[in-house]
């Protein structure tokens, strides 16, 4: 069974600083890895994804995740935080499954979250 | 551009009431879902859609019902309201449920149950 692991339920930096949010995974086969984020009173967007193309994945608003199989991991980066990067963060896998009706779906399993404080 | 809809934002129930949360996106998606968001446990897949006619059970399913007659719309029943239902409810959906390479969610509703 697939499951994510994010180390740190929160995260504070100060602004202009790195940012760096830890994600593992454990997966049976290769996976897709994603980051949504959340901000206050909203549903989820997403961020970037992996589908086993490049390792280094760029995703909005300056963020970036990079694929280290060996590891199993799938951390976040953004060189530089800003306030309006303030949010919740999500780390999510993906595997191919079947429902009892045979039909195969993407069955996504989500990270506990991480919320991200940005001091001025 | 709509997206996802769900309706209403904010609701309160008592023990024992049942109530429907509704969901429509207007994206022609096939795959449609509900989570539940609790703090400190992420989101959790209730009930899931690949297409109408078809739904199953995602990781806690019991005390919700749905049922998909069109690719539009993906009501939530809540059949008997317990507490322990107290939580924000994300409606998703995506284009194409094999990958689900990106999911568009509501703006949530937020539920109480005394």
């Known amino acids: 069974a697939q499951s994510v692991t994010q180390l740190g339920s929160h995260v504070s930096v100060s602004e202009g600083a790195l940012v760096l949010l830890r994600c593992n995974y454990s997966?049976?086969?290769?996976?897709?890895l994603f980051w949504y984020v959340q901000y206050p009173n909203q549903g989820l967007q997403l961020l970037l994804k992996y589908t086993s193309a490049a390792t280094l994945v760029k995703g909005i608003n300056g963020f970036e995740a990079e694929f280290k199989k060996s590891e199993t991991s799938f951390h976040l980066t953004k060189p530089s935080a800003h306030m309006s990067d303030a949010a919740e963060y999500f780390c999510?896998?993906?595997?191919?499954?079947?429902?009892?009706?045979?039909?195969?779906?993407?069955?996504?399993?989500f990270g506990q979250g991480t919320i991200l404080t940005v001091h001025p | 551009n709509a997206g996802v809809t769900q309706t209403p934002k904010f609701q309160v129930l008592k023990t024992g009431q049942s109530m429907t949360l509704q969901c429509a996106q207007d994206?022609?998606?096939?795959?449609m879902s509900w989570y539940r968001q609790d703090p400190g446990m992420g989101l959790r897949l209730i009930h899931y859609?690949?297409?109408?006619?078809?739904?199953d059970q995602g990781e806690v399913p019991n005390g919700y019902n749905v049922s998909r007659s069109t690719t539009e719309d993906f009501p939530l029943r809540l059949l008997s309201a317990a507490p322990s239902q107290t939580s924000v409810y994300f409606c998703?959906?995506?284009?194409?449920?094999?990958?689900?390479?990106?999911?568009?969610f509501g703006s949530g509703t937020q539920l109480s149950v005394l």
């Open positions: 859609s690949v297409g109408a006619g078809i739904t």
């Open positions: 994206m022609n998606h096939e795959y």
């Open positions: 998703a959906s995506s284009l194409n449920p094999v990958t689900n390479e990106k999911l568009f």
């Open positions: 997966s049976s086969v290769p996976p897709y």
């Open positions: 999510a896998v993906s595997d191919r499954e079947s429902n009892a009706g045979g039909t195969s779906y993407g069955k996504l399993t």
